[in-house]
């Protein structure tokens, strides 16, 4: 295992008493075991409740096809395990950073509003407008923050007017259709593969 932290609501700031606790970590499979008929798996569950690990090579390719779970886990304040290598992968997230994926994030968030419409759970549309306000503030500044104003959890409580909350998470789609930054249009995809070939020759 090189990495290993806490994401989810417990990361973001908008944990509640009953709120899970989900972990998700990366390890770093000896580079020989790649040479059998039967590889590493790419992925594995457990030992604790919702808790799943990423072998590294699969990670980095979801990382480039910006799952927001995976990028989330570079990011995450809440740190449990982070071996030198670990610390070089979190190292390299401005290589996974784009304008894709914030339109991965926007796409995902418009399918829930689409197909979900007023079955949209709270805590949801919640979590709609959060990640939609990352990907504003990554667009525009080009910074990956999670951490979220708890002011958000007025849509959870149902403080804030359903409607209100919708018509909060159509503009901010409006907004990044329009907003500009520094971001480049791709991930870095040769960086990414440089350090994970390097990390195959650290693991021989």
């Given at each position: 295992?090189?990495?290993?932290?806490?994401?989810?609501?417990?990361?973001?700031?908008?944990a509640g008493p009953d709120s899970d606790v989900d972990r998700r970590g990366v390890f770093a499979a000896p580079a020989e075991a790649f040479?059998?008929?039967?590889?590493?798996?790419?992925?594995?569950?457990?030992?604790?409740?919702?808790?799943?690990?990423?072998?590294?090579?699969?990670?980095?390719?979801?990382?480039?096809?910006?799952?927001?779970?995976?990028?989330?886990?570079l990011v995450s304040p809440l740190v449990e395990v982070s071996t030198p290598i670990g610390e070089e992968l979190r190292e390299l997230l401005p290589a996974f950073l784009s304008r894709h994926a914030v339109r991965s994030f926007t796409r995902a968030t418009e399918m829930q509003l689409t197909r979900a419409g007023r079955n949209l759970k709270p805590k949801q549309l919640m979590h709609v407008v959060r990640l939609?306000?990352?990907?504003?503030?990554?667009?525009?500044?080009?910074?990956?923050?999670?951490?979220?104003?708890?002011?958000?959890l007025a849509i959870r409580s149902g403080e804030m007017a359903w409607d209100e909350a919708l018509a909060w998470a159509h503009r901010l789609g409006d907004e990044i259709a329009a907003a500009r930054g520094p971001l480049p249009e791709e991930p870095d995809r040769e960086r990414v593969e440089d350090w994970l070939v390097s990390v195959r020759r650290r693991t021989l």
């Open positions: 295992m090189i990495l290993e932290v806490v994401v989810g609501s417990h990361a973001y700031g908008l040479w059998r008929l039967d590889k590493p798996p790419t992925s594995v569950e457990g030992p604790d409740p919702e808790q799943l690990s990423w072998e590294v090579e699969h990670f980095c390719r979801l990382g480039l096809r910006s799952n927001p779970t995976v990028l989330e886990t939609r306000l990352v990907g504003l503030e990554l667009l525009r500044t080009g910074r990956y923050d999670i951490a979220a104003d708890r002011s958000l």
